[in-house]
C-alpha cells in the first residue's frame, strides 16, 4: 500500500507537468519564432500564429490542474503579458484572445487580484470585448469575498467601469460601485476608505445621472485609437454613433464629435 501511495504522489505531478509541457510545445516554435522575426512577416502567418495560439488555449482548458491550479494561473499569466505586450503584433492582429487566457486563469485561481486589471484593460478596452470582460469578472466574483483576497472590492470597481462606460448599463453599474464601497469599508486604511468614498458618490452620481453617454463616446474613442484591427474599429465606430457621435477620419487620426447636450 505504501508503494502504491507512493507512486500515485509521483506520478500526478509528472503526469501534471507533461500535459503542460505538452501543450507548451504547440505554442513555442511558432511564438519564438514570431518575437524574432515579427518584423519580416506576413499577415497571413501572423494569423496562423494566432490560430495556433488559440488552439493550445482551448486544450489547456480541458486539461486537468492536478492540483496545480495557482501554477497553471501563474504561467498562463506570464503567456498573457508577452501576448499583450508585443506591440508590433497586436498592432496587425488585434487582442482577440485575451479573454482566452483570462477563461483559464479566473478558471484556477479567481483569487488572483492582480489579473483583473489586466482582464478589464485587455478583453473590454483593447479587444472591444466588454461583455466578455464583465461575465469573466461575474464568474470569478462567486470565489472571492471581501477580505479574500485581500482588497477585492477592486473586482467590483473594475466591472463598475465596465458596465457603465462600456455597456452602459447603469443599474449594473451602480450596484457594482455600491458593493465597492461595502467591500472596501472592511479596511481602515486611506487607499481603501477613499475607494469607498468615490465609489459611494460615483453610485449616487449615476443614480442622477444614468445616461452617461459622454463618457462612454470618450472610452470608445480610446477604443478605436487602441485597437486597429477591422472588428474592434467597426465595433468602437458602431458604438461611437449609436451614442450620437460621429468619427471623421483625417490625416493625423481619427476626430470625434460629440452630439449636443440637452
Same mark, same amino acid.
Given at each position: 500500500?505504501? $508503494? /502504491?501511495l507512493s507512486?500515485?504522489?509521483? +506520478? &500526478?505531478? !509528472?503526469?501534471?507537468? !507533461? #500535459?503542460i509541457l505538452g501543450v507548451s510545445t504547440l505554442q513555442l516554435p511558432r511564438l519564438q519564432s514570431l518575437l524574432i522575426n515579427k518584423q519580416a512577416s506576413s499577415l497571413e502567418s501572423l494569423e496562423k500564429d494566432i490560430q495556433v495560439e488559440y488552439l493550445r488555449l482551448s486544450i489547456l482548458k480541458e486539461l486537468p490542474s492536478f492540483g496545480y491550479d495557482n501554477f497553471i494561473a501563474n504561467w498562463v499569466y506570464l503567456n498573457f503579458l508577452q501576448y499583450f505586450g508585443d506591440d508590433e503584433v497586436r498592432e496587425k &492582429? =488585434?487582442? %482577440? $484572445? #485575451?479573454?482566452?487566457?483570462?477563461d483559464i486563469i479566473i478558471k484556477h485561481d479567481p483569487r488572483f487580484l492582480g489579473a483583473y486589471i489586466g482582464l478589464s484593460t485587455s478583453t473590454a478596452?483593447?479587444?472591444a470585448m466588454p461583455? /466578455? %470582460?464583465i461575465? $469573466?469578472? /461575474?464568474? =470569478?466574483l462567486q470565489s472571492i469575498s471581501p477580505q479574500v483576497p485581500e482588497k477585492s472590492y477592486y473586482v467590483w470597481r473594475y466591472k463598475g467601469i465596465d458596465e457603465l462606460l462600456f455597456l452602459g448599463d447603469a443599474q449594473a453599474a451602480q450596484n457594482s460601485f455600491t458593493m465597492t464601497a461595502d467591500w472596501a @469599508? @472592511?479596511? %481602515?486604511d486611506p487607499e481603501s476608505q477613499h475607494i469607498a468614498q468615490n465609489s459611494t458618490q460615483t453610485a449616487e452620481? +449615476? %443614480?442622477r445621472n444614468p445616461d452617461g453617454r459622454y463618457a462612454r463616446i470618450a472610452t470608445w474613442a480610446m477604443v478605436l485609437n487602441n485597437g486597429v484591427d477591422e472588428k474592434t474599429r467597426k465595433r468602437a465606430i458602431k458604438e461611437i454613433e449609436n451614442l450620437g457621435g460621429k468619427v471623421i477620419s483625417t490625416p493625423v487620426g481619427n476626430k470625434i464629435t460629440f452630439p449636443p447636450k440637452n
Amino acid at each position: 500500500m505504501l $508503494l /502504491r501511495l507512493s507512486y500515485q504522489a509521483l +506520478i &500526478t505531478p !509528472l503526469v501534471a507537468c !507533461l #500535459s503542460i509541457l505538452g501543450v507548451s510545445t504547440l505554442q513555442l516554435p511558432r511564438l519564438q519564432s514570431l518575437l524574432i522575426n515579427k518584423q519580416a512577416s506576413s499577415l497571413e502567418s501572423l494569423e496562423k500564429d494566432i490560430q495556433v495560439e488559440y488552439l493550445r488555449l482551448s486544450i489547456l482548458k480541458e486539461l486537468p490542474s492536478f492540483g496545480y491550479d495557482n501554477f497553471i494561473a501563474n504561467w498562463v499569466y506570464l503567456n498573457f503579458l508577452q501576448y499583450f505586450g508585443d506591440d508590433e503584433v497586436r498592432e496587425k &492582429t =488585434g487582442y %482577440s $484572445l #485575451s479573454p482566452e487566457y483570462f477563461d483559464i486563469i479566473i478558471k484556477h485561481d479567481p483569487r488572483f487580484l492582480g489579473a483583473y486589471i489586466g482582464l478589464s484593460t485587455s478583453t473590454a478596452m483593447y479587444a472591444a470585448m466588454p461583455e /466578455r %470582460s464583465i461575465e $469573466l469578472m /461575474r464568474e =470569478g466574483l462567486q470565489s472571492i469575498s471581501p477580505q479574500v483576497p485581500e482588497k477585492s472590492y477592486y473586482v467590483w470597481r473594475y466591472k463598475g467601469i465596465d458596465e457603465l462606460l462600456f455597456l452602459g448599463d447603469a443599474q449594473a453599474a451602480q450596484n457594482s460601485f455600491t458593493m465597492t464601497a461595502d467591500w472596501a @469599508n @472592511n479596511y %481602515s486604511d486611506p487607499e481603501s476608505q477613499h475607494i469607498a468614498q468615490n465609489s459611494t458618490q460615483t453610485a449616487e452620481f +449615476i %443614480s442622477r445621472n444614468p445616461d452617461g453617454r459622454y463618457a462612454r463616446i470618450a472610452t470608445w474613442a480610446m477604443v478605436l485609437n487602441n485597437g486597429v484591427d477591422e472588428k474592434t474599429r467597426k465595433r468602437a465606430i458602431k458604438e461611437i454613433e449609436n451614442l450620437g457621435g460621429k468619427v471623421i477620419s483625417t490625416p493625423v487620426g481619427n476626430k470625434i464629435t460629440f452630439p449636443p447636450k440637452n
